[in-house]
């Protein structure tokens, strides 16, 4: 059973990776889904301008790492509870977080937003690269909001298991 | 785990996709289309605006979490003044009047007015005027919807932590 600082935490992170979840689902559904059906220059510049803002944002940072920061604690602390089920959800959800958004979001789509970056909206071959770039990028973002939204069931479920 | 907790940890779930959403065009969506020029900026969420008819959206985000809600608090009627009911019920009341009520009638009628615009044909000077009739006041709609969402969150996120008071049907 979770009590205590372990009970908060685990609310706070049910919050948290929830959020983070609907964050890259907008994503997935609507925002991708939108600017990949905009004319491809529009589709560019909107997702360069929605990039440079999105990586100096305090708030989306808080998110992220914030998150990452409640499920590392709760996986460390949970290595001494393996022998519970809750504890075992815990280890997992954790797990999922930072390897499915943390590592994912640092190892691919940072780079790759960089590099969108760096493209040239009115040169042609910005174009197929947007193109290759924005199939691509959601397919992993797809990866990106399941995994969190998998995170935040186990630790609602750890909330009631023994 | 019981249905009423389930239902409860679902809606907390549910309710915190919803409200991640809201969080994203918040933080991420919107101030990055404030760079774009007014043709472009139009343009980029007409087309953002036609992808929110996605069934998936539409139904998991605004629906789902109302519902969830909505169950949540059904389930817990017997005991209506235990934490868990009020809890849930509050939770419920700023999710339905602070999300879906401010999205019906104040962000989709704005969503509407700018998807009639016809970029192509348009003045410099229309684009402008119905860029500054939409952006802000859609941003701060925008805001009101996430800590609305948030603090249901919150709400619903504490009530599935408290052990119901009273014994649960085992039927």
């Known amino acids: 059973m979770i009590t205590g600082f372990d009970e908060v935490a685990t609310v706070v992170a049910v919050v948290a990776t929830g959020l983070m979840a609907g964050f890259f689902f907008a994503f997935s559904t609507i925002g991708m889904g939108g600017l990949r059906a905009a004319p491809p220059i529009d589709g560019l510049r909107s997702m360069q301008a929605i990039n440079r803002v999105a990586d100096r944002s305090p708030l989306l940072m808080l998110g992220l790492f914030g998150t990452a920061a409640v499920t590392v604690v709760l996986a460390v602390r949970s290595l001494g509870r393996l022998d519970e089920t809750s504890g075992v959800l815990q280890l997992i959800a954790g797990a999922l977080y930072i390897v499915g958004v943390i590592v994912l979001t640092m190892g691919y789509h940072v780079p790759r937003n960089i590099a969108l970056g760096r493209l040239d909206a009115d040169s042609p071959g910005s174009i197929e690269a947007w193109r290759r770039y924005a199939a691509e990028w959601t397919a992993w973002n797809h990866v990106r909001t399941v995994a969190p939204l998998v995170s935040a069931i186990l630790y609602a479920v750890s909330l009631r298991t023994t | ?171």
Do not use: C
């Open chain 2, 1 to 171: 785990m019981s249905a009423r907790r389930a239902v409860t940890a679902a809606s907390a779930v549910t309710v915190g996709v919803t409200t991640g959403v809201l969080f994203s065009f918040a933080v991420g969506v919107m101030p990055g289309l404030h760079d774009l020029p007014d043709d472009e900026f139009i343009t980029a969420f007409q087309h953002i605006d036609d992808a929110i008819t996605n069934p998936l959206f539409t139904v998991v985000a605004f629906t789902g979490g109302a519902v969830a809600l909505v169950a949540a608090t059904v389930m817990e009627r017997r005991d209506m003044r235990s934490p868990r009911f009020v809890l849930n019920a509050a939770a419920s009341l700023l999710y339905i009047a602070g999300v879906v009520v401010v999205t019906m009638a104040g962000n989709v009628p704005k969503n509407d007015r700018l998807g009639k615009i016809d970029v192509a044909t348009s003045t410099l000077a229309q684009l402008a005027a119905a860029r500054s009739a939409f952006e802000g006041s859609w941003n701060t709609l925008n805001v009101v919807r996430t800590v609305a969402g948030v603090a249901a969150l919150a709400l619903v996120a504490v009530a599935a932590t408290i052990r119901p008071r009273l014994k649960e049907n085992t039927s």
